[in-house]
């Protein structure tokens, strides 16, 4: 356990190890909540959750359904790109 000390501007001083142990570097936004009697810092995620239902309108698929053969298929096909690539 660390001790830090809160400025006139309101501003608190996350140790060095705590900013190291969860990856923090300077910039990093963070989300205050109350807990109990303190505060949770959660880092602030670069975007808003979302569901499958709020994103599955872009997986609409126009085309007849795929078969598991020509599914094995295409994926063959990809390896052997892939490696003919390598080689």
Not at 17 to 37: C, N, P, S, V, Y
Request: proline share 5%; aromatic share 6%; net charge negative.
């Amino acid at each position: 356990m660390e001790t830090t000390r809160l400025s006139s501007k309101g501003q608190v001083i996350i140790p060095k190890a705590l900013r190291a142990a969860h990856h923090w570097e300077a910039g990093q936004e963070l989300i205050a909540t109350a807990f109990g009697d303190g505060i949770l810092l959660k880092p602030k995620k670069p975007f808003q959750e979302t569901t499958l239902a709020d994103v599955a309108g872009c997986l609409h698929y126009q085309d007849k359904p795929k078969s598991l053969d020509d599914i094995e298929n295409a994926v063959q096909q990809g390896f052997l790109e892939q490696w003919h690539d390598c080689h």
